[in-house]
Structure formats: C-alpha cells, structure tokens
C-alpha cells in the first residue's frame, strides 16, 4: 500500500481540514465543563478572600472585647524619683509618695587583694557554704586546691545558682579582690559565707555579720525600701512595690525631697482607639462583601452574566455570615444603659451596611458612662455583648468546621469532579480523533490506488485507440 505523507494529498480531498472541524466541533463540548471550571476556580479564591477579611476582623474584635479597655488609668508623677504602672481595675485619684530609703542587694568584698586572678588560694580541697535570709536553703560549693584562685571561685559561684552572683575587681596597682553581691534587693536576702576545708581560703573569704576575724567586707549594705503613702510608713525588700496600692505599682528610682504627688487619670484614649479600629475593620469587612457580590445588569434577553460581577453573587454562605453580622449589631443585652450604637455615635448606613463614627459623641459617652458602653460591647464576657457574640461566631465560621470550611470544601469536591469529566472527555475526543485519522488515511491510500488504477486504465484505452487507428 502506498504510503500517505500529508493527509489529503492522495485523494486529492480535504480531508486534513475535515478532520480540524471535526475536532473543534468535539471539543466544543468541553467549553461548558471549562466554564464551570472557571466560576468554581474564582468562587474557590474568593472564599479565601472572605476568609482573610474575617480574620482581619476578628483580631480588631478580639482587641475590643477586653473588658479593662473601659477603666484604663494613666499615670503621672511630680518626681522623677518613683514611677507607677496600673492595672485596668485601678481608681482614679492622687497619692503622696515620699521615699526615704531604697532598696539595696548586700555585696561583700574581700579585705584582701590576690597579685592576679589565677594563682590557687587554697592547698586543700575546701567547700564554700552560701546562706541567705528569708527562709533560703543554704547552697554549698566545691572548691579544689587546684580551682581555689579568683577565676575559679567566681565561675564556680555562678554556676551553683545560689542567689548570688561573684566577680573579679581590679583595685589597680596590680591587685585584685573577690566581690559577691546578692541577687536580690532587701535585708532578708544578706548572705554569710563559711569554707571548711582550708583555713587560708577561710580567712580569705569567711563572712558573719555577727563574727569577728572575717575575710570579707559590707560594702553595699542589704537594705530594705522605706516610703510613706498618704503618710503611712511602708517597707518592702523590693524597689518595684505591688502591694501598697491596689491595681497600682509602683517603681521607686530615688529618695525624694519631702512629699511628693502621684496622680492617677482616667484614660478613654485606648477605648476609643480600639472602637475605631474596629469600626475601620467593620467597614473593610462591608467593603469586602460589596466586592465580591458585585452585581452589573445586562440587558434584556442576554443569557450570560456581567464578567465583572462578584465571584460569590447570590451565595448563601457569605449572605448569611453578612446577614448574621447586621443582626449582631442590634442586639445588644445586658445591663447597659446603651441598648444600640447609635446613643453613643455609631449609625449604619443603610445603603451600604458601613458604620460612621461621631467622635464627639463618643468621646462624652466614654466620659460621663464607660461603665455602660464596656456592658454594651463585652457584655459578660460569655454570652452577652456585641463583641462577645460577634467573636463567638467568628470562631465558629472560621474553624476547620464552620460554614466557610464547608464550601471550600464543597466548591473543591466540584472542581475535582469537573476536572474528571474534562479530562474524560478529553481522553474520548484524543482516541475519536486518532480514530478519524487512522480512517482518512487509509481512505487517502484507498483514492490515491484507485487514482492510480484510473489513470492506467485510460492510458490504455487511449494507447489501444491510437494503435487501431
């Protein structure tokens, strides 16, 4: 059988543009799946923008459900010589802080220099024994000979995490002395210091503040905090005092010079800030869901939608977080006095669902009732309050089960199954097509033999012509 380069060239028929058409008439079956492929692809995206816009939301939420925004105080302070941090719970007023003493952590010093920080003290094993006030263990620590210089007892101190903290000073003139100072402030935390073993390391280094003969030296005095708060005396082993004040500490840095004023302020500025910001994110949110349910008429009698139309126009899932959402706005419960958003400067426009806040308004509410509008918003924490419920039903869309997980998923399992279909599809047309090709050619062989055949036939009924004339 004569063989076919090009398809058609035997015949003479064109049967390689046939078989195009009949290729792109198949493969037009699959511009339906295609498209389907395509919406499902965009509505896939598209919750996963939903997504995001509600995270950026709940953390804006989140901020705003905390209950100690609503009392937060701010500090100020006639002297540089203390300073105070509150908690949300502190009341507002003024106090007079006087300091007289601050805390200080003991350090003992040895009486004594070493010629350098290498050269062993001691000829004999020895056991260095650490013991502090306030109920404190006492911590002992090996020494040996050969480890009984300077560098070696200091490191071997540090190590033994035993409140205490060594090191080396340089008293010039070639002369070094041992220093061990207190981790912590106050005078239950003063240390005495006893070796056994050597009696040279002993002497170098033994501390009692009731002996006599010791090797060491009080050169920081432990001592404890003393101030007076409204004329009443206090004393603390610490220079950060938690306890004096309720919901306030204070941080002492220095004496004072006579009484001094520490001024406690009602702060709405955090509250008001986080309103705002979740207002802004609020209106993101809106924005968000104006975007992606875009809708642009077409007209009359046309089938196909606006291409610009939103990726999740008419879904059920989205209208129902939105709707849910609107809900939530004007459902405040509990005690508060403020039962909407708009008694304290927070209207909805009705046209495009986003929130405007009256910063005037709001600033006299947080003034004269933050009390109410922490109710209105926080509720108990539970299940009251704008935030609280708003936060609670985040959580659920949100999760690996919610409402958004579930059309993922669903959008996805369609996508698998389109994919299928296409590719099934795709398979048929391939195998139809190399079918069409396997048959054209053999009809081009076929036409091209019998081409062949008619042109001997006639050459020979003209040649036999020709001979009897």
Known sequence: ?????????????????????????????????????????????????????????????????????????TTSSSSSAFSATTTGDAIAGKYTISVTQLAQAQTLTTKNTQPDSKTAIATSDSKITIQQGGGKKPVTIDISAANSSLSGIRDAINKSDSGVSASIINVGNGQYRLSVTANDTGSDNAMSISVSGDSALQSFMGYDAAGTGNGMEESVTAQNAKLKVNNVDIENS?????????????????????????????????????????????????????????????????????????????DSTLRTIQTQLKSMLSSATGSSAYKTLAQI?????????????????????????????????????????????????????????????????????TLNNLTTQYNAASDRIDTLMARYKAQFTQLDVLMNSLNSTSSYLTQQFESSSSSKN
């Open 1 to 73: 059988m004569a063989s076919i380069s090009t398809l058609g060239v035997g015949s003479g028929l064109e049967l390689s543009t046939i078989l195009d058409n009949l290729e792109a008439a198949e493969k037009a079956g699959l511009k339906p799946i295609s498209t389907q492929q395509s919406s499902y692809t965009a509505k896939l995206s598209a919750y996963g923008t939903l997504k995001s816009a509600l995270v950026s939301f709940q953390t804006a939420n989140t901020a705003l459900n905390k209950a100690d925004l609503f009392t937060a105080t």
């Open 238 to 314: 610490s220079n950060t005092i938690s306890d004096a004040l309720e919901d306030i500490t204070l941080n002492l840095n220095d004496t004072t010079s006579g009484n001094q004023t520490l001024t406690i302020s009602k702060d709405n500025t955090k509250s008001e800030t986080a309103i705002n910001a979740w207002v802004t994110a609020y209106n993101a949110l809106q924005d968000t869901f104006a975007s992606l349910t875009k809708y642009t008429a077409v007209d009359a009698g046309t089938d196909a939608q606006d291409t610009s139309n939103g990726a999740l126009l008419g």
């Open 345 to 413: 400067g927070i209207t909805s426009d009705p046209s495009t669902g986003k929130l405007t806040v009256d910063s005037t308004k709001l600033e006299t509410a947080l003034k004269t009732n933050s009390a109410d509008i922490k109710d209105m918003f926080v509720g108990d924490g539970k299940k009251t309050g704008i935030t609280t419920t708003m936060g609670t039903n985040l959580t659920s869309w949100l999760s690996s089960t919610g409402i958004i997980q579930a059309a993922t998923d669903g959008v996805s399992k």
